[in-house]
């Protein structure tokens, strides 16, 4: 389940927090103090979203901010501040918040944000997966584009989704009916050969010395395979 700090001292906002979150999913951790949550914290490391009162009896929910960004931490924040506290906002978000909700705030509003600051670190996660190496190769699957030793390799939109599925399934096995499936669509009414000509094209744009190829190799009357 998705963790959510829920650091406030007033138990009565505390509580109200917490209702909201379990009832949406969640399961928040409960902190009244600073060094309560960072504590917590620590004991818990799949905290995805961190929710900080700035008021608070020991040290303010900025500084509790700043520690957990100086902890290498990149999990998302979101500060509760008071309608009076205007220059909270700025100053919250300068020590590392991703967000702020001014209070009063409705549970609705509450749950948007967390759920908004949730699919965009699932975003930011993805982001880190956009690339594969193997090899002398970079493969981007943002861009879709590949690198060999740095140099960008010109490929059809084919060949592409043909090195895509070798890099993703490195060493593995990969018989001509799954690269016609994964490549072509499971509708693709066309012969195999066309899988084989298009690895030899793309053979001469990956391979070394294309007649001996390493990276892409043949598994002889079955299919191919990436690296040896
Ligand atoms: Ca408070």
Redesign the pocket.
Known sequence: MKKVLVL???SAIRSFVVINLRRSGYEPIEASSGEEALKLLEQNEDVGVALL?V??PDIDGFEVCRRIRASGSRMGIIMLTALSQEMDKVTGLMTGADDYVTKPFSPSELIARVDALYRRLGAADDSSDDEIESGPFVLNKRNRTLDKNGERVKLTQTEYSLIKLFMENPGRALSREDILENVWGADYNGELKIVDVNIRRLRMKVEDTPTVPVYITTIWGYGYKWGS
């Open positions: 406030e001292d007033e009162d008021m608070l």
